[in-house]
């Protein structure tokens, strides 16, 4: 059983930065690419950062020059850092993960609960 658990929200205020992560545990083969979505009050979740098994990353505009993705792939870890956080990233950041469980020759996408972030003016 593979699971990922998101932590690291919470409330800061305006131009402050926090730093998610994303662990995931159980039996676990290999992970490919993880990405950071967001969901907004009363929007659809969208993409936020992704970083490949080769450490490439890619950001939505929104973000960039703001937000780090980053792997540790020694601890099955993603982190997002964020800083100069504004009003408008307030939302439920979730990882997900596409990993090969122990055993299996499929790669199989996962996600977290979420956690949540709220930006103050």
């Known amino acids: 059983q593979v699971q990922l658990v998101e932590s690291g929200g919470g409330l800061v205020q305006s131009g402050g930065s926090l730093r998610l992560s994303c662990v995931a545990s159980g039996t676990i083969f290999s992970i490919k690419t993880v990405a950071w979505y967001c969901r907004a009050p009363g929007k659809q979740r969208e993409l936020v950062a992704s970083?490949?098994?080769?450490?490439?990353?890619s950001y939505a505009d929104s973000v960039k020059g703001r937000f780090t993705i980053s792997r540790d792939n020694a601890e099955n870890t993603v982190y997002l850092q964020m800083n100069s956080l504004k009003p408008e990233d307030t939302a439920v950041y979730y990882c997900n993960a596409a990993i090969v469980p122990s055993g299996k020759a499929v790669v199989y996408g996962y996600w977290g609960q979420g956690t949540q972030v709220t930006v103050s003016s």
């Open positions: 970083i490949s098994s080769d450490g490439s990353t």
